[in-house]
């Protein structure tokens, strides 16, 4: 996997932080805003939309390695010219709210599609939340096979919760911490756990076999960066605190 030894170390240690600006978001002032509170709240990674501009942007504002996300291989060229370390097929959640849903067989074609484009270029690829849990560790499987080096869960866009607090924070998670807890089990790469997480569940992802997770909208919808900040550093301290408690035992 040709990623940055500070991002493999990451990802062999559970702590992996990637924070995501948004696939849809093509704000410049969002996006810095974004970038800026990620590296300053010691995230690992940020993922932008595929726009050329708007890597670079993120790059100069945080000096982290940049993820771009996509559902068109045709348009990861341009990003990786512009200094784009890690691709992904995935972060649907701006599509469902228009009913665009993504069967198996299609994010497999699209994976196939980018890896004959880009075959030097780490490529993780989000497994849709729309599939049942052996739907979606079978195609997971078969993900690897077309190329995958990473494979992505999601689930937040589905998931109802009822409770309030703690329970409520829970329930918002349960999706894709039990695809997390499926697929990692069924691949040999690494899985990255995301869509619905906060800073109660980050240690959930890591005992469900994650070995990294990725934070959106916790970050991203907030319109104040100092507000930012405090969240990507909750963040970061609870996968660093379950990692030093493992370490201890």
Request: hydrophobic share 50%.
């Amino acid at each position: 996997m040709l990623l940055p030894n500070l991002l493999k170390a990451a990802l062999n240690e559970q702590r992996l932080l990637k924070v995501i600006a948004g696939l849809a978001n093509f704000d410049p002032a969002s996006v810095a805003m974004v970038a800026r509170a990620a590296a300053a709240g010691g995230a690992d990674l940020i993922d932008v939309a595929c726009d050329p501009a708007i890597v670079q942007l993120a790059a100069a504002e945080s000096g982290l390695p940049i993820c771009v996300s996509a559902v068109d291989p045709e348009l990861f060229p341009a990003a990786v010219a512009a200094g784009a370390t890690l691709l992904e097929i995935g972060n649907y959640d701006s599509f469902y709210a228009q009913g665009r849903v993504f069967s198996g067989a299609e994010v497999l074609e699209l994976t196939r599609r980018t890896k004959a484009l880009l075959p030097q270029l780490s490529l993780s690829v989000t497994v849709p939340h729309t599939m049942a849990l052996d739907q979606q560790e079978q195609l997971a499987i078969e993900l690897v096979a077309a190329g995958a080096d990473l494979i992505q869960t999601e689930g937040g866009t589905s998931a109802r919760p009822y409770s309030a607090g703690i329970q409520g924070l829970i329930e918002k998670a349960a999706p894709t911490l039990a695809a997390a807890h499926c697929i990692s089990r069924a691949v040999q790469v690494p899985v990255l756990c995301a869509s619905g997480l906060s800073a109660t569940t980050l240690p959930m992802a890591q005992a469900a076999g994650a070995a990294g997770v990725g934070v959106g909208s916790a970050v991203n919808r907030l319109s104040d960066e100092i507000a930012m900040l405090a969240v990507v550093r909750g963040l970061r301290e609870a996968l660093v605190a379950r990692v030093s408690l493992t370490h201890q035992r």
